[in-house]
């Protein structure tokens, strides 16, 4: 016995705003992924649909995200704050808490959300202040980002509003905390998903192989070029996608790489870590 999905407007209307399509392809797409968001998206691609660049923040929430190093430079905590509206976001009580937990973090050094949870806080935990605050202003409030970087430079860009962090890691710590401002700017506005080609996960390899390949056989292009045609999208998406491999923001003519070795040569990122809200 088949049944038919229903796809709820709201539905429709979400996937509309993660990708920016038409209603009624959205309404197709959803359809034909049995409801599936990720499987929607990956349809309307194949079908040559320009989809907006956001899937990974589609359950984006409201928050404060904040970062910070030692004092040597060669460590970094991020974290991310979130509730469910933007006027407890930009609330003072809301904001002294973030930074008195990022403060926390630092000096303990916590491994995890949950350690840091377990930090004392005025008497208490930091958990049990989390509970505080959620009975004082009324909303869903948890700790939802925690990331740390270790690496001879470690260097935060806090985009303002504080609902964009990145913090990069570099192979070098001569002179380079100008070079790590410019480059965590450029994780932060590019959101790329790997450092290097290498890094790229085989799922999300094999993903875009596919989209490609349907890509091309959508602009009627023969069989026997399909393969060729989708490692030809694979590169571009190895330029937009990848750190090292994009144009660098700052100076579009040069790769994040080339710019990096214009500082000092070999120098090169080793990690990185981006939170967004909103």
Known sequence: ?????????????????????GMMDCKKALLEANGDFEKAIDELRKKGQKVAANRADREA?????????NAEGTKGWLIALSCETDFVAKSADFIRFAEEV?????????????????????GVTVGDKLIDLVGKIGEKIDITGFEILEAP??????HPGNKVVSMVGLSSANNTEEAGKNVAMQIAAMSPVAIDKDDVDQKTLERE?????????????????????????????????????QAYIKEDKKTVRQYL???????????????QLG
């Open 261 to 275: 070795d214009s500082i000092e040569k070999g120098l090169t990122v080793t990690a990185f870590k981006r939170i």
């Open 61 to 69: 929430k409201e928050g404060y995200v904040i970062a910070r190093t």
């Open 102 to 122: 990022l403060n926390i973090t630092v000096q303990n050094n916590p491994a995890s959300a949950d350690a840091l949870k377990a930090l004392p806080m005025e």
């Open 209 to 245: 192989i596919e989209i490609g390949k349907e890509q091309a056989r959508a602009e009627g292009k023969p069989e026997n070029m399909i393969e060729k045609i989708a490692m030809g999208k694979l590169n571009k998406f190895y330029q937009e996608s990848t750190l090292l491999n």
């Open 153 to 158: 430079r470690v260097v935060v860009y806090i």
């Open 1 to 21: 016995m088949s049944t038919t999905i229903s796809i709820s407007a709201a539905d429709v209307n979400k996937l509309r705003q993660i990708t920016g399509a």
